[in-house]
Nanobody, 126 residues
Framework: QVQLVESGGGLVQAGGSLRLSCAASGRTFSRYLMGWFRQAPGKEREFVSCIAATGSTTYYADSVKGRFTISRDNANNMVYLQLNSLKPEDTAVYYC???????????????????WGQGTQVNVSS
C-alpha cells in the first residue's frame, strides 16, 4: 500500500515557475514507477511525466518537454515536478501516481498506476 500526498501548487503568472512535491508512504517506494498527471476543467486526465523506479529513465508529454523536470529522492520517499515557463494552458489539478512494474520500466497510461494522490491545483494567469 502506498499513500501519496501532493503539495506545492498555487497561482503563478505566465512564464513563472512552481515546484510540486509528492510525499509517499511505504517502505517499498523505491520499487515504484512514479508519474504526474493533470486534469483541467472539462478535460480528460492527461499524462505529464514519469520516472522509473531507479530514476534512470524519465519521460515527458510533448506539451511539457523542455519546461518540466521530474525527479525523485528514494531515500526520502519523495518525487518532484519542477514546472518552468508556465503557460495558462498548464492550469489544472496535478496528480501524483505510483505504479508497480516488475520490469522496472515506464508507462504513460493512467491504468498502469495503482495509487493516486488527492491532487494539487496549479493556476497560471496570463
Amino acid at each position: 500500500q502506498v499513500q501519496l500526498v501532493e503539495s506545492g501548487g498555487g497561482l503563478v503568472q505566465a512564464g513563472g515557475s512552481l515546484r510540486l512535491s509528492c510525499a509517499a508512504s511505504g517502505r517499498t517506494f523505491s520499487r515504484y514507477l512514479m508519474g504526474w498527471f493533470r486534469q483541467a476543467p472539462g478535460k480528460e486526465r492527461e499524462f505529464v511525466s514519469c520516472i522509473a523506479a531507479t530514476g534512470s529513465t524519465t519521460y515527458y508529454a510533448d506539451s511539457v518537454k523542455g519546461r518540466f523536470t521530474i525527479s525523485r529522492d528514494n531515500a526520502n520517499n519523495m518525487v518532484y515536478l519542477q514546472l518552468n515557463s508556465l503557460k495558462p494552458e498548464d492550469t489544472a489539478v496535478y496528480y501524483c501516481a505510483a505504479g508497480f512494474l516488475p520490469d522496472g520500466g515506464i508507462r504513460i497510461r493512467a491504468s498502469s498506476y495503482n495509487y493516486w494522490g488527492q491532487g494539487t491545483q496549479v493556476n497560471v494567469s496570463s
